[in-house]
């Protein structure tokens, strides 16, 4: 897969999860410029500093997961004030948690 398809899924489908959650409280726009923001931020650390940094798939695997759910965990809690933050970091973690099993299956 290259990086291109990734970042499609990846807002395509963190874009969806917080849509579902947030609708009734956020507009659409500000969920999606939201999430691309978050993933725009984090993906390249994901996909081209991590894997680079440390020579174990794994251990860069799950350091950039734990990385991109911090920081778009934080960046939810800026862009939607009404929520709380371990609500942010949930969401952010259902995010991440889907758009890995996504990208997966487009392996």
Do not use: D
Request: hydrophobic share 60%; proline share 3%; aromatic share 24%.
């Amino acid at each position: 897969m290259y990086f291109i398809e990734a970042y499609a899924i990846t807002i395509l489908v963190e874009t969806t999860i917080l849509f579902f959650f947030l609708r009734s409280t956020y507009s659409t726009q500000l969920i999606i410029r939201s999430s691309i923001i978050a993933s725009s931020v984090t993906l390249p650390f994901v996909w081209f500093i991590f894997p680079n940094i440390f020579q174990s798939y794994l251990l860069a695997l799950f350091l950039s997961e734990f990385f991109a759910v911090g920081i778009e965990a934080g960046i939810y809690y800026k862009f939607f004030p009404k929520i709380k933050f371990r609500y942010a970091f949930a969401l952010s973690l259902l995010c991440n948690l889907f758009s890995f099993i996504v990208g997966l299956v487009f392996l």
